[in-house]
């Protein structure tokens, strides 16, 4: 028997043992195939199935609308921040950003090689312990999209709302929260999300983007990055990163198995519920995000005498609960607790929270 700890790693992250199982079962020969999905040509008709299996399912999981492509490319999330101006400038020459942490900064940054960069809004002067209301907002209609962080992986700050932001089109990086409740796709010009948090291995990027987007990367823009390009070819242009699709699919079933995305909404309040409710009014733990706007993904933490840190580092190792350490910008603990931890996992940081205070508190 393997011993599985509880894993709260921001990304790559824990993943659905029944997944994991599966992938190992159909490790060396996929349905008869005699070769593992690796092992495959991605334009045989073995591998074009599970990439087709993988869409459709996105598809129906999420309610993508008919007029937007759904593409597994590669790059991550930051190859993305270069990617969607490369792509959806259209002739204009400045991006609305809104600036809710570390992830919009590194977004700022890279949109600034390519065009003129608005911060629309920003919760830097609230160390990026809320969402900016959208009352406050300074949006330029001439901007070639309006960007946002639907989570911030390291702050630990998520939207509980969609901004409604005119004609302009709504881009959101939501590589932390995707797939981890229902969205509304129609409200969204482009979407985009790494897959290694809530959706499967590192290695493939989804981008879900609207039609009418389509066609205008600048001249610079490589082939491979070409929005226009790679949907024609069904994100076939190069080889697309065959194992990591396949195992998204395997993820994609197990969501379906689980009810969908309203009841990994459900599962994800219930256990962000647990912990946010433990750390409400401690004295020995604080969360410093504003309670509307809490991660259901990401819940940092930090301990009220940092110097008891590496203790409770150690003693979470010991009892089987790993990668708590918050992010060394901010010090502290993060659990990240995406749709595959389990109630169980929760449970048992609660249960090792509680008996760490008592000995310390
Ligand atoms: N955006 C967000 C919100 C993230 O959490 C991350 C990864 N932690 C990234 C972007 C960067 O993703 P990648 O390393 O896959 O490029």
């Known amino acids: ?21 599966r992938a190992a079962q159909e490790m060396l020969d996929w349905h008869g195939s005699g070769m ?15 990439h087709a299996h993988a869409e459709r ?12 492509k759904v593409l597994f490319l590669q ?13 959806l400038l259209r002739g204009h020459a400045s991006v609305d950003i809104v600036d809710t942490g570390e992830w919009s900064l590194k977004t700022i940054q890279e949109t600034r090689k390519y065009a003129h960069v608005n911060i629309a809004a920003s919760s830097a002067a609230k160390r990026y312990t809320c969402i900016p209301p959208r009352q406050g907002w300074r949006l330029d209609p001439d901007a070639a999209y309006v960007h946002i962080c639907s989570n911030e992986t390291i702050g630990g ?18 590589s932390s929260d995707f797939m981890s409740r229902p969205i509304d796709v129609s409200k969204f010009g482009l979407i985009y999300a790494g897959a290694q948090k809530n959706l499967g291995p590192a290695g493939v990027t989804i981008v879900i983007v609207r039609e009418d987007l389509l066609g205008h990367a600048l001249p610079i823009t490589p082939s491979a990055f070409d929005y226009g390009l790679q949907a024609q070819a069904d994100s076939m242009l190069n080889t697309p990163p065959t194992w990591a699709i396949y195992m998204v699919g395997l993820v994609l079933d197990w969501i379906q198995d689980q009810g969908g995305l309203a009841a990994m ?5 219930e256990k962000a519920g647990l912990l ?7 004295r020995f733990y604080a969360n410093p995000v504003a309670p509307a706007d809490r991660s259901l993904m990401n819940v940092p933490f930090t301990l009220r005498d940092p110097a008891l840190d590496d203790a409770f580092l150690k003693g979470a190792q010991a009892a089987g609960l790993v990668q708590l350490k918050g992010h060394r910008s901010v010090g502290g ?6 749709n595959a931890m389990s109630l169980e996992g929760v449970s048992a940081l609660v249960a090792y929270m509680k008996g760490f205070e008592a000995r310390h508190g």
Not at 6 to 13: L, T
Not at 57 to 68: I, T
Not at 157 to 174: I, N, S
């Open 157 to 174: 700050v998520q939207y509980h709302f969609t901004p409604d932001v005119g004609a302009v089109p709504l881009v959101a990086d939501m």
């Open 276 to 282: 946010y409710q433990y750390l409400e009014g401690n």
């Open 265 to 269: 909404e459900r599962r994800n309040k």
């Open 36 to 50: 593992s999905v690796m092992e495959m040509s991605h334009r045989g008709k073995e591998f074009v199935a599970i």
């Open 333 to 338: 603990m993060r659990a990240s607790i995406y």
């Open 75 to 87: 790059g991550g999330a930051i190859g993305e921040n270069a990617i969607v101006p490369m792509n």
């Open 57 to 68: 399912l996105l598809r129906d999981l999420l309610g993508v609308p008919e007029h937007y």
């Open 1 to 21: 028997m393997t011993q599985r700890v509880f894993n709260f790693s921001p990304g790559p992250a824990t993943l659905p043992e029944e997944v994991l199982r």
